[in-house]
């Protein structure tokens, strides 16, 4: 079935240092992929998406290219802030499916905390 | 805000109880998601709605049931609670079809003693 591997965390870091969080995948067919983002006490806001090969999903400074030869899409910030902190999701549409049928499939999250 | 409402925000209940949990999509949107979010299991998918119909099945177990209303708000029941079901419920919404944008609402948060 559809899974997503994401890189482990937590991960700490000073603000203005250069993120990069993991992402890989594994999908019949051709998944879109999304990065969601969780604040603390709040839900999942979608952060980005890319929805076929080679696709640049941006938003926020945040970056994530659809590598469809290395199955990935890895999430990139240039220069964190302290309020970047947070638990970020790589999540697959199924790519197979009937209509009106999108389930996510996300990957364990990773937990994000930049000190000042 | 994300336009999709979840209420209540917290619960507290028995082993061994019922619960409604409630989620209006946005506006405009058709289908609706059930999430459920622990420790343990990460975000998984429970079921799926499209127009009142149910789509798709995730890892809900026989004790959960849902159901879309013709007014599109989604309503998960979870009977026989046990301690394990304490987790975030989450809500996702879209508007369907080969739309792949899912909006969340804040979540449920259920506790079971």
């Known amino acids: 079935g559809n899974s997503v591997t994401q890189m482990e965390g937590p991960v700490t870091l000073s603000e203005e240092a250069f993120l990069t969080i993991n992402c890989t995948y594994t999908?019949?067919?051709?998944?879109?992929l999304f990065w969601y983002v969780q604040y603390p006490g709040e839900g999942l806001q979608l952060l980005l998406k890319a929805t076929k090969a080679d696709d640049k999903g941006s938003n926020k400074g945040f970056e994530a290219t659809y590598r469809k030869e290395t199955t990935s899409f890895h999430l990139e910030k240039g220069s964190v802030q302290v309020s970047d902190s947070a638990v970020y999701f790589c999540a697959l549409s199924d790519p197979v499916s009937n209509f009106g049928n999108e389930k996510l499939t996300f990957g364990t999250g990773t937990r994000l905390t930049i000190i000042p | 805000d994300s336009g999709v409402t979840q209420t209540p925000k917290h619960l507290i209940t028995a082993t061994g109880q019922r619960v409604t949990l409630r989620c209006s999509p946005r506006s405009g949107d058709l289908s609706v998601y059930w999430y459920q979010q622990s420790l343990d299991q990460g975000l998984q998918f429970l079921i799926q709605y499209y127009n009142g119909e149910e789509r798709a099945k995730g890892n809900i177990l026989e004790r959960f049931s849902a159901q879309q209303f013709p007014d599109l708000h989604s309503e998960l029941n979870l009977s026989s609670l046990e301690l394990g079901d304490s987790a975030l419920y989450f809500c996702a919404s879209s508007v369907g079809g080969k739309s792949y944008e899912q909006y969340f609402g804040p979540g449920t948060r259920l506790t079971v003693t």
């Open positions: 999908a019949t067919g051709y998944p879109s």
